[in-house]
Structure formats: structure tokens, C-alpha cells
């Protein structure tokens, strides 16, 4: 069964989809529980113990401010980023905890945060296990959660399921295969398969939830380039967005003669710096790639696309349905998770999708859909994930701009073609997995190999 559009695609806050969105919606979860069971009253306590990436890499990702605003009830798609360093300084002023937004607790951040840097729960990779006690040091509930990627997460014991529907979906896939099967037997591209299983899932109309991610999406790339200063963090990194953007604005005006990957590579940028920043962004499919799929969409909009309305908005469903299409075959069948199987689970897979998605608006068949998909994750197999200090900054700022342009660079490799090629999109998810599990725990979201090591943080 594909995933749904919006499970590819949600609005949260940085710096990290696996490490921030994912442990903020479980602790809310946690929070809601407790209230829902009549638990809270008996609560005086709670705790967090992080796991394997999620302690090593944690701090880095904000992964314990995280726990805290979703234990205050707050969710990654509704809290308002300049307001998380208020609440952070509130709590850990007065040392509690407004508990699901209405039972205050003691709370002592260096304590009641744990991380278990050395330990690793089998089942995956990025796991955190919330406990509430009563007054007597009792345990009142406990559950234990893993980040999956993307910000999904599933709770020990419970298989990760698609959002189902309460009808069958139209056009039902689980491969590459399959879904050119079904396109080429209902004479449909892979956007209108998609956007028909989505119709079935809601009786909303998608093209408004398209719409919305896409505004979320350009706002970013706009915050992006207007800030300038330094990111947080021990790297004190600039931001390069806003003087990028004003030396290309600066040769524009004299008339000079620009190559369009600059300004994909200012978008890519942009949106990696807010995300970096913890602002809001859209996980596509996850955090840390999350400027891939918007500065390719971007640059079909600014630079290939026709300027009636219409034509470009059915251009933008068209895309990030593609791309979800794409995405949900990884997401299924592999990982998008880096601490799972390392950055060609993020990078690679956005840019997977993005090379899909342009390649689609631009009018390929498809089978060159299909190619361009296999094209851009092909030349991504193997790839790393090794913050230094455990940051969404180096390398994976750059790495997002890098993605973008091989997005572009495979759907005009597949746009030359007939479609036909010698690898499947199949065989390159079933290899990317492998390689994935393959790779040592140094190289997925630990920071204890690669750069991370190599480079001094400060």
C-alpha cells in the first residue's frame, strides 16, 4: 500500500525531522496519553531516555528541546519556532514543566533528560522511552517510541502502517513495476495515480494540501535568504543565503550572464539555513533534505515553467505528487532514515524524488520518470551521514545544494532517453537498503566517524 502525499510531505520545525519533529510528536503523544487514561493527576514526574543516534547525535539536533515542547503538549506542525527559546528558558528557569499544557511537575532538564550514548535498542536505531512516576517514585505509564524518518514514528510493539482509507485505493502499488503497470494499463501519468489514491484517502481535496506545503516551502526560501548572522551551535557557521542572493541580484541588474544552478544552489542553501536554525520547513521527505525538492521546484517554476496560473500551480501538484510517488517507494521497500541507513536515505532519496517530479512536469513519459528516479539514487548509493558535532550544518547544507543539481542533471539524462535503461528503479532501492545496512553505525547520524571526527567542531 503507497503512502500518502502527506506523510512525504509535513510541516514541522528544524533542525531534524528524525532527531527533532519525530521526538517532539512522540513525547506529545506521550502527554496526550496521559491525559486521555486519566494518568495525569497521579504524574510528578516524568522522564526521557534517549538511545542510540538520537543520544549521540541529540544535543546537536535539539533532540531533548524537542522532548520538552512535546511534553508541554506541543506538535511539530503548530508550534511557532521563535517562540520554542521562550518556553526553553521558562522551564529550565523554574524547573517545571507544564505537563500536556496543564499539570505542572518538577522538572530537572540535566536529569530528567537522559542520554544513553552507548546503547542501541534492536529495533531501531532512534528509539526514546517517556516514563511518568507518581509521587512515591511509582511508575505511572511508561511507552517507548522509535524515529523512523521523516518525523513519522511508531511505538514499540506496533508495525508502522500507510494511512489507510476507509475505502480501497483505486490504484494500489508497492513497486516501480507496478506502478508503470498501472500507468501504462489506465493510460495515467504517476501524478494522476497519485493524486487519485490520495482523493480516495480524504474527502479534502489534496490540491489544497499541495498548496499549502508548497507556500510553506517558499516561505522558507524566502526567510532563508533574508537572514544573515550566525546559526546556533558550536561551529558558528554563517549564513551564505542572503549574501548569495544579493551578489547574484547585484550581476542580474548589470545584465551579466547567470547559470540558473546558482540560484538553485541559493535555494537549496536558504532553506537549510532556516532549517538549521530550527524555523519552519517542510520535511521532504525529511529534514535534513529538506531544501532538495523545494529549490528543484523552484527552479521548474523560475526558470522552465509556462506563466499562466493555472498551468503553474497543476504544475506544482504534479510535481510533489510524482515526488511522493517516488518517495513512498523508499519509504516502504528501504529507509529515510540516515541513522538507518545513512544520508542516501535523505539526500538521495529528495533527490530521487525531485528528479521525478521535474521530469514529469516537464513532460516525460513515465518510464523516463522511472529512469530519471533510478538515475539521481544510482549516483548516490553509499553516501554517508557525518555531522560534525552532531549539526544539520556541515556537511549537509552544501549536500543539499548538491542534491538539487543532480536532481536536475538525472531528469535531463532521462529526458534524452526513451525511458529504457539497464537498472530499475526497483533494483536501486532494493541496493541502496542493502548498502545501508551494510554501513557501519559510524556512518549513520552517529558523529563518530567521517567529518565528524576529522574536523575540529571548534
Known amino acids: 500500500m503507497p503512502h500518502s502525499i502527506f506523510e512525504l510531505f509535513k510541516v514541522g520545525v528544524g533542525p531534524s525531522s528524525s532527531h527533532t519533529v519525530g521526538p517532539m510528536a512522540a513525547a506529545a503523544g506521550f ?5 486521555e487514561q486519566k ?23 535539539a ?30 528557569g523554574s524547573r517545571d514543566l507544564p505537563l500536556a499544557g496543564q499539570r505542572f511537575v518538577p522538572f530537572d532538564w540535566s536529569q530528567d533528560i537522559v542520554f544513553h550514548n552507548d546503547t542501541f535498542l534492536p529495533e531501531h536505531p532512534n528509539g526514546m522511552t517517556c516514563t511518568a512516576y507518581d509521587l512515591q517514585g511509582n511508575v505511572v505509564a511508561e511507552k517507548t517510541y522509535f524515529s523512523i524518518g521523516g518525523g513519522a514514528i511508531v ?6 502502517q500507510a494511512t489507510t482509507s476507509t475505502s480501497p485505493l483505486p490504484y494500489p502499488f508497492s513497486s516501480g513495476n507496478k506502478l508503470l503497470a498501472l500507468c501504462k494499463k489506465h493510460q495515467l501519468t ?20 499541495l498548496d499549502h506545503i508548497w507556500s510553506v516551502m517558499d516561505q522558507c526560501i524566502e526567510r532563508g535568504i533574508a537572514q544573515t548572522g550566525v546559526l546556533p551551535g558550536s561551529l ?12 547574484l541580484s547585484a550581476r542580474k541588474k548589470r545584465g551579466e550572464q547567470m547559470d540558473s544552478q546558482e540560484w538553485v544552489n541559493l535555494y537549496a542553501m536558504a532553506v537549510n539555513e532556516e532549517n538549521a536554525a530550527g524555523g519552519k520547513v517542510v520535511t521532504a521527505p525529511t529534514n535534513g533534505a529538506a531544501g532538495v525538492i523545494p529549490a528543484v521546484l523552484a527552479y521548474y517554476l523560475h526558470f522552465t515553467a509556462h506563466k499562466e496560473q493555472d498551468c503553474v500551480q497543476t504544475g506544482i501538484h504534479r510535481f510533489l505528487a510524482t515526488a511522493a510517488a517516488i518517495g513512498s517507494l523508499y519509504k516502504a521497500n528501504a529507509s529515510i532514515s540516515a541513522a538507518e541507513v545513512g544520508c542516501q536515505g535523505e539526500i538521495g532519496v529528495a533527490c530521487s524524488m525531485a528528479a521525478a517530479g521535474l521530469t514529469e512536469v516537464l513532460g516525460g513519459t513515465p518510464e523516463q520518470v522511472e529512469n530519471a528516479a533510478e538515475i539521481a539514487m544510482e549516483h548516490n548509493l553509499g553516501l554517508t551521514c557525518d555531522p560534525i558535532d552532531g549539526l544539520v550544518q556541515v556537511p549537509c547544507i552544501e549536500r543539499n545544494t548538491m542534491g538539487a543539481v543532480k536532481a536536475i542533471n538525472a531528469c535531463r539524462l532521462a529526458l534524452s532517453g526513451d525511458g529504457s535503461h539497464h537498472v530499475s528503479l526497483d533494483d536501486v532501492v532494493k541496493t541502496m537498503h542493502q548498502t545501508g545496512l551494510d554501513m557501519m553505525n559510524h556512518y549513520k547520524e552517529t558523529s563518530l566517524g567521517g567529518l565528524a571526527i576529522n574536523v ?3
Not at 511505538?155 to 508502522?160: D, L, P, Q, R, S
Not at 482523493?199 to 489534496?206: F, G, K, L, M, Y
Open 190 to 209: 504517476i501524478a494522476e495515480i497519485m493524486l487519485a489514491n490520495e482523493q480516495a484517502r480524504s474527502t479534502e481535496d489534496p490540491q489544497i494540501g
Open 456 to 458: 575540529t567542531a571548534c
Open 39 to 61: 494518568l495525569l493527576e497521579q504524574t510528578f514526574k516524568v522522564k526521557v531516555d534517549l538511545y542510540g543516534s538520537l543520544a549521540l547525535t541529540g544535543l546537536g539536533h
Open 155 to 160: 511505538a514499540k510493539g506496533v508495525t508502522e
Open 63 to 92: 533532540t531533548d528541546i524537542a522532548c520538552v515542547m512535546g511534553l508541554m503538549g506541543e506538535l511539530p506542525e503548530t508550534i511557532e519556532a521563535d517562540d520554542i527559546p521562550t518556553m526553553v528558558s521558562m522551564v529550565k
Open 31 to 35: 502527554a496526550t496519553f496521559l491525559t
Open 236 to 247: 558558528k557557521l554563517k549564513r551564505r543565503a542572503n549574501k548569495i542572493y544579493q551578489d
